[in-house]
C-alpha cells in the first residue's frame, strides 16, 4: 500500500515539473517573440526543442515507476 503511494507521489510530482517547465517555456517564448518578432522562426524551434526536453522527464519518471514496481511490488 505504501509502495503505491510512492509510485503516485513519483508519477503526480514529474506530470507538475513537467507542467511548470513547459508554462515556463512557453511563456518565456511569447515573451521573446513579443520582443522580437523577426527572431520567432528560430525562438519556436527552440521552444519545442525545450519542450521535448522537459517532456522526457515525466517519461523517464514513470519508467522508473514502472522499473521499480516491477522489482519491488
Known sequence: ?????ALGLIF??????AG???GLVV????EGVARQPEAR????????LG???VEAVP?????I?????GRLG
Not at 500500500?1 to 503511494?5: C, G, K
Not at 503526480?12 to 515539473?17: R, S, W
Not at 515507476?65 to 514496481?69: D, E, P, Q, V, Y
Open 1 to 5: 500500500m505504501d509502495f503505491a503511494i
Open 12 to 17: 503526480g510530482l514529474a506530470a507538475v515539473g
Open 20 to 22: 511548470i517547465g513547459n
Open 27 to 30: 511563456s518565456r517564448t511569447i
Open 41 to 48: 522562426g528560430g525562438l519556436m524551434g527552440l521552444m519545442f
Open 51 to 53: 519542450l521535448g526536453l
Open 59 to 63: 517519461i523517464i519518471a514513470v519508467a
Open 65 to 69: 515507476g514502472f522499473m521499480l514496481m
